[in-house]
């Protein structure tokens, strides 16, 4: 591998040019993983598209059952049941099924990639850190892909429900009914997926800014109000319905989250409080 090649030894020095040869070499390895799985995924067309991406947009999904099973519980009858989905999806381009059949084998393949491109970066970075930084962030990876498939796994079965029941059935008149664009549903999907998985990140950011003296627990529980603000509009956005408790079921999660991010901070203060 050319790689190995620019090494002879774990302790040479290597060149800006070396350095760019490694990233090369790592993000070729990352694109093959993507592709290698974007390919596997395409050829999984019923399995993507009819149970999956179209899953949120059929009454017997997981979460709609879930709904109306706890609304008989607390006594609420068939408030909380999703019997119907008012709109249909239709195709307005002569190619856009083929390339949204590729964009989503892409995307799904770059979700499934993300802890093998975290684990290529972790193995870019860990030669330029010593051994106890190394020791301090070698649950990096494994950390990281579990938020972020926690955060997809939340997107799609909580946010993108509620989002699409919300928005697939609103009507400022009876007169207009709701047909929407393949596009536009998938769109919807997958960017509401990607963003809650990426927002999920948070403790690994505070981490690494704690660490760089950037952010403090101090400064975290100080603003902790404004946080609870942003937290709040941030589900507000997410969740377009007007139903409170649809968007408190957004921002307990997110806010669980802020909290943990200032253990976090804690708990790296800590650590360079013991080193100093």
């Not at 799985?37 to 017997?60: E, N, Q, R, Y």
């Not at 999920?200 to 690494?208: G, S, T």
């Not at 101090?218 to 404004?226: E, I, P, S, T």
């Not at 909290?259 to 100093?276: D, L, M, P």
């Amino acid at each position: 591998m050319p790689e190995n090649s620019i090494k002879n030894s774990p302790n040479a020095e290597m060149s800006f040019l070396d350095h760019l040869e490694a990233l090369r070499w790592h993000l070729v390895r990352s694109a093959i993983a993507v592709v290698t799985l974007g390919v596997t995924l395409f050829f999984m067309k019923d399995l993507v598209f009819d149970t999956i991406i179209l899953g949120p947009k059929h009454t017997d999904f997981l979460t709609y059952r879930l709904m109306c099973r706890f609304s008989h519980f607390i006594g609420a009858g068939e408030n909380l049941c999703i019997n119907t989905i008012p709109f249909s999806l239709i195709n307005t381009e002569l190619a856009g099924q083929f390339t949204m059949h590729m964009w989503i084998a892409f995307v799904g393949g770059l979700i499934i990639a993300f802890p093998y491109i975290l684990w290529e970066i972790w193995r870019f970075i860990k030669p330029a850190l010593n051994d106890k930084e190394r020791n301090s962030t070698s649950g990096f990876v494994f950390f990281a892909s579990i938020l972020f498939l926690t955060g997809v796994l939340f997107s799609y079965y909580m946010i993108v429900p509620l989002t699409i029941n919300f928005l697939g059935s609103y009507q400022v008149s009876t007169e207009i009914s709701n047909t929407i664009t393949m596009d536009s549903y998938i769109s919807t999907v997958t960017t509401l997926t990607l963003a809650t998985g990426l927002v999920f990140e948070l403790p690994i950011v505070v981490y690494f800014l704690t660490r760089f003296g950037i952010l403090s627990a101090a400064f975290m529980r100080q603003y902790r109000k404004h946080a609870a603000v942003v937290i709040l509009i941030v589900a507000a956005v997410i969740t377009p319905s007007p139903d409170i408790s649809s968007q408190l079921l957004v921002a307990i999660p997110l806010y669980i989250l802020y909290e943990a991010s200032i253990f976090v901070s804690r708990y790296v203060e800590r650590i360079r409080a013991k080193r100093i």
